[in-house]
């Protein structure tokens, strides 16, 4: 952990023995504003937090690569996932860095990487890979009660990765990216030919909206969400087709059909088949997208969606909306501020950034 909190901390152990039990926040962890999985230097895999001023706050390790996290939304506490096809989620304090639980998927499942609380903090919500039915599902854990599980829904589709909801709400969404895996596979793709990626959308376990690509587009496997404060849904893609591919990113409102981001050809080759991280503005103007494959952070408009500016970052995957811009890291330990689509502030860290990059 951060020795600027150790002060905090000795405090916060001053109460404690005092008989005293103070209501724990993130603040009591540093202030992190955004949370990432990381290697160190001397090899440890950790969950770190990062202020908005570019600082780390802690470093929380763990057991083997992380992916993406959860942070809750009241208390400091996260549950980091690991990289798919993982099958165990550490739930962290990251006041103490202790581990408060461990969560393994039932017999038949592993995760996916990604999950989300409800809006109250009560329920965690993970994807999940039934991958002997070869569908998706979405695992239901009581935060309550020390993250048991309650029970399992139908993701919509085959191969769900990333899991967001809609603001305001505990509807869901789903970016059920079509590739069905298997363990006994390890990493390998198993119905490239049949694909059918979508975006579902639930509402306590009930499918109310399913999004498709068109028929020309069933190979492009839908990974990543970032959600705009109106409900509109940006969303990332890998193509496992063959040749160039016209779209890697687009956004949905419910109740219509996808929208396509269009860029030029260089730009759509400079993304290597491959967006590994997307996000939308705090005002829903602007799209960012980042692939570690080509190298480049690209900015497109959320409104025309047409191409706006693009970055070379080396090793660019995790971004995030932050202010009025969005900050990004990399695999060689730089984070990157941008604002007005142009880099405002940068700082180098030891650190290897993993995926992604979390709110808090």
Not at 28 to 47: C, E, H, K, N, Q
Not at 144 to 156: H, M, N, Q, V
Not at 223 to 236: M, T
Request: with cysteine; net charge neutral.
């Amino acid at each position: 952990m951060a020795g600027g909190l150790s002060g905090r901390r000795a405090f916060l152990g001053g109460l404690l023995s005092a008989g005293l039990t103070p209501a724990l926040t993130w603040a009591d962890a540093g202030s992190p504003a955004f949370l990432s999985a990381a290697v160190t230097s001397d090899g440890r895999y950790v969950l770190c937090g990062i202020d908005a001023a570019l600082r780390v706050r802690f470093e929380v390790p763990l057991p083997a690569r992380g992916h993406a996290a959860a942070a809750h939304p009241s208390r400091p506490e996260a549950v980091a996932f690991a990289r798919r096809p993982g099958r165990f989620a550490l739930v962290l304090d990251c006041v103490s860095g202790a581990q408060k639980a461990m969560l393994q998927t039932p017999e038949g499942r592993h995760f996916y990487g990604h999950g989300t609380f409800s809006a109250d903090g009560s329920l965690l919500y993970t994807t999940e890979n039934d991958y002997e039915a070869g569908r998706g599902r979405v695992g239901l854990w009581d935060v309550t009660r020390g993250y048991i599980r309650l029970g399992e829904w139908d993701s919509g589709g085959i191969g769900p990765h990333d899991i967001e909801r809609l603001p305001g709400t505990d509807t869901l969404i789903v970016a059920n990216g079509g590739i069905d895996t298997h363990p006994d596979s390890g990493r390998a793709k198993l119905n490239i030919p049949t694909m059918r990626p979508n975006l579902a959308y639930l509402d306590q376990g009930r499918i109310i909206e399913i999004a498709e690509l068109p028929p020309e587009l069933h190979r492009n496997s839908i990974r990543h969400l970032a959600v705009a404060p109106d409900g509109a849904v940006a969303f990332g893609m890998q193509w496992q087709g063959d040749g160039p591919v016209a779209a890697l990113a687009g956004l949905h409102r419910r109740g219509s059909e996808p929208r396509l981001v269009h860029a030029p050809a260089p730009e759509m080759r400079a993304l290597a088949g491959y967006v590994g991280s997307i996000a939308i503005s705090r005002d829903g103007a602007t799209i960012a997208v980042t692939s570690p494959r080509g190298n480049t952070l690209q900015c497109h408009d959320a409104r025309s969606l047409t191409f706006l500016e693009a970055y070379e970052l080396t090793d660019v995957c995790g971004v995030v909306k932050a202010g009025t811009g969005f900050l990004a890291t990399s695999g060689v330990g730089q984070l990157v501020a941008l604002a007005n689509r142009a880099p405002v502030r940068t700082a180098q860290t030891a650190l290897r950034w993993d995926n992604h990059l979390i709110s808090v």
